[in-house]
């Protein structure tokens, strides 16, 4: 099982280049109702909402057309980012795919979600709305960003979509409840500890 997570995909991205694509491990995924435990490697953790999809069949080079077909179902999740770190990059690995650093929430099969693909996913920070992503703000719809991942690499059953969003980031604190919705059901609840 492999994580693929895509950066830069909204339509307001001023970069005109493709969408950003990471791979993760798979102990990058942090389960809902598990405490996410701030690391000391660095001064910040920051969270962004994201969107997930589930995955469920073998494919490659998959036409856009046929998309629909490789994943069943969507959760919403967050990703976080290490920030200030000392001695290392932008970009490096260890600053968004270290252990945890996917607070993936429970999916919901994609025809329960009632406008899907025109999803919408919400972050809660103690109960309060921090932010809110709709997939008709994404450049590339999942069709056909399963499409350009597959060129690339082999999808697999259990591999897992990550889009993240482009809304602002919130930087993590001890003692916070972290929730997210997708299509206000709820998804995912992580205690930062």
Avoid: W
């Amino acid at each position: 099982m492999k994580i693929i997570a895509i950066k830069g995909n909204s339509r307001n991205n001023r970069q005109q280049h493709q969408p950003e694509t990471h791979l993760m491990a798979d102990s990058s995924l942090l389960l809902s109702n598990k405490p996410f435990f701030l690391p000391d490697f660095a001064e910040q953790f920051v969270a962004r909402l994201s969107i997930a999809l589930h995955i469920n069949r073998l494919g490659r080079n998959i036409a856009k057309r046929f998309s629909s077909r490789y994943f069943d179902s969507v959760a919403a999740c967050v990703a976080v980012e290490a920030c200030n770190c000392k001695g290392m990059i932008d970009g490096d690995a260890r600053t968004n795919a270290f252990d945890g650093a996917i607070m993936l929430g429970n999916f919901f099969s994609a025809e329960k979600i009632e406008e899907f693909p025109a999803a919408t996913v919400s972050m809660l920070i103690d109960g309060q709305e921090t932010g809110r992503y709709s997939t008709t703000d994404m450049r590339y719809g999942f069709d056909e960003l399963i499409e350009q991942v597959s060129n690339f690499f082999t999808l697999k059953m259990g591999d897992i979509l990550v889009v993240e969003s482009n809304m602002p980031p919130h930087t993590l604190t001890i003692g916070e409840t972290l929730t997210a919705t997708i299509d206000n059901k709820e998804s995912l609840r992580i205690r930062i500890k």
